[in-house]
């Protein structure tokens, strides 16, 4: 029987707890804000016993990242959490972790990028890992982060996919602010994630195998990644799946894209993370001013949900993307390149503008939103759009 | 249990262990090295110590041991690939590493 503990905390500290109710066999971690105080909790739940969990200190994200590969090709449960700087450091480990198939989960606190150095919220940096190889969950609420960090594990330990996964969550804006969150019982949680069946365990002595192979000179590398192009399209189906499972337990919603006032909607706007909060409250003031605005928030950032996405906005008659992250030198932001290539393929053509907004914190007011709803009714109505990128709210 | 990959050239995707593992322990050894050797250590038995030194140096395993002792067929020339780190670390300079002829009959 479900017991659900409702709690007045952070982001982190329930990202922590459902860490320790997920049972790691090795967590290897480095501290960096905003993220610290996820694995500051965890070690303090290793000392404290109520988790069971070889925690290995480190000098460095490189090697935090490093240790978790060595850790997860012994066949342990791997888990760990970063953010900024320190994924950056991992990045060489992040595509290791992955073309090993090594399904270890690590929570990222999104965090801006240097230069010039910053520590506040932005996706900048799990955007730069998102070609990695790794499955990418994206959180609006405290509640989402600790959701989809349990479903993270559930969905890289599954034997269809067996690829790492990243659980994201705004830095401060959701790591540190205290939220209202519904907790799962312990039983629950390890119960629905399950026990983990590695396969090729380095520790199997009795089937013996080597790790970290080369397969160049002609070799087979192609089709190693051809596999794992192959495993995180299997992906899709095993997020949905789990979310489904995890819903029945938790009573909470799913969804790889969550819609909104989408039914009827003229304009949309696209967004991912906290934001989506913000946008949800001024669709619903457009609403009340007779306009038919709607969101969808994407959740799932890898696999992305094409299909899922191009559905959802097909009725509109303009959409906006928001990307807290630049991809500089392209169209535009990583979500932008994303909508605008899901909606190809649709009989009609949508207007979508791209607004860049929050880079390192920079405030996402309420009026910024309702300029981006703004300008969305002015298309619909047959205004042009804007030409190129909107940098919302800079000077 | 010998991983058989005669046919690997006509694998599909499917086909290949996950995440580039190899499913069988020890088997560098079906991998001759010796084919890479432009020089060949030469141990002169007279001044050897048996320290075992180049022994434990050797990155390749060539060189072997009977009764803690260097054996007397003592290099392995499918896989010594001439690197000369024996020679290097040898106290007494008991090995010089000597030209490789044309002729490798020991690599196929
Ligand atoms: S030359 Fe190199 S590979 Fe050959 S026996 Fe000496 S150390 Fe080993
Ligand atoms: S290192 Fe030199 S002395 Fe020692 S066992 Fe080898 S050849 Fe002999």
Not at chain 1, 155 to 172: K, Q, Y
Request: proline share 4%.
């Amino acid at each position: 029987m479900t017991e659900i503990r409702t709690v007045a905390t952070t982001g982190n500290l329930v990202v922590a707890e459902a860490m320790r109710q997920c049972r790691p066999d090795v967590v290897a971690a480095y501290p960096i804000t905003p993220q610290t105080t996820i694995v500051e909790e965890f070690a303090k739940y290793v000392a404290q016993g109520r988790v069971h969990t070889e925690y290995v200190t480190v000098e460095s994200e490189h090697s935090a990242m490093s240790a978790c590969v060595g850790a997860s090709a012994a066949g342990a449960r791997v888990m760990t959490a970063t953010a900024s700087q320190g994924l950056a450091l991992m990045w060489e480990e992040l595509h290791i972790a992955s073309g090993m198939r090594l399904p270890i989960v690590m929570a990222n606190a999104n965090r801006a990028l240097s230069a010039p150095i910053n520590i506040h919220c932005d996706h900048g940096d799990a955007m730069g890992a998102r070609d990695t190889g790794w499955v990418m969950l994206f959180a609006e609420t405290a509640q989402e982060a600790y959701d989809n960090t349990i479903i993270a594990l559930k969905v890289a330990e599954d034997p269809e996919v067996l690829l790492p996964a990243m659980s994201c969550l705004d830095g401060f804006i959701t790591t540190h602010s205290i939220d209202r969150i519904e907790l799962l019982d312990d039983d629950t949680v390890t119960g629905f994630v399950g026990t983990y069946q590695p396969q090729n365990a380095l520790l199997d002595i009795d089937n013996a195998v080597s790790h970290g192979c080369f397969a160049g000179l002609g070799g087979p590398y192609f089709e190693f990644k051809k596999a794992q192009r192959m495993a995180i399209d299997r992906s899709k189906a095993v997020v949905e799946r789990v979310g489904n499972e995890f819903t029945k337990v938790s009573g909470r919603d799913f969804g790889l894209v969550e819609t909104d006032m989408m039914d009827d909607a003229d304009v949309a706007i696209v967004v991912i993370g906290s934001t989506a909060g913000n946008v949800r409250h001024v669709a619903k003031e457009m609403r009340a001013g007779g306009v038919k605005a709607g969101i969808v928030k994407v959740r799932c950032f890898r696999p992305f949900p094409h299909a899922e996405l191009a559905a959802a906005l097909k009725g509109c008659r303009a959409v906006a993307v928001l990307d807290r992250a630049e991809s500089f030198g392209a169209e535009g932001g990583p979500l932008y390149l994303e909508t605008r290539s899901a909606l190809y393929d649709l009989e009609s053509r949508i207007p979508v503008v791209n607004y860049i907004y929050g880079l390192g914190g920079s405030d996402v007011r309420l009026e910024l939103i309702h300029r981006v709803y703004a300008d969305l009714s002015d298309i619909a109505s047959g205004s042009a759009a804007p030409s190129g990128l909107v940098y919302l709210g800079a000077r | 249990m010998k991983w058989d990959i005669s046919d690997i050239d006509s694998w599909k995707t499917d086909d290949f262990p996950l995440g580039a593992v190899i499913p069988e322990a020890g088997n560098s050894h079906y991998y001759r090295t010796g084919g890479w050797r432009s020089e060949r250590p030469v141990r002169n038995v007279e001044t050897c110590t048996d320290c075992l030194i180049c022994w434990i140096d050797c990155p390749d395993t060539a060189i072997h041991v009977a009764d803690e002792k260097i054996a007397a067929d003592w290099l392995d020339l499918d896989h010594c690939k001439g690197c000369g780190i024996c020679a290097n670390e040898c106290p007494v300079e008991a090995i010089t590493m000597v030209p490789e002829g044309c002729e490798l009959p020991e690599v196929r």
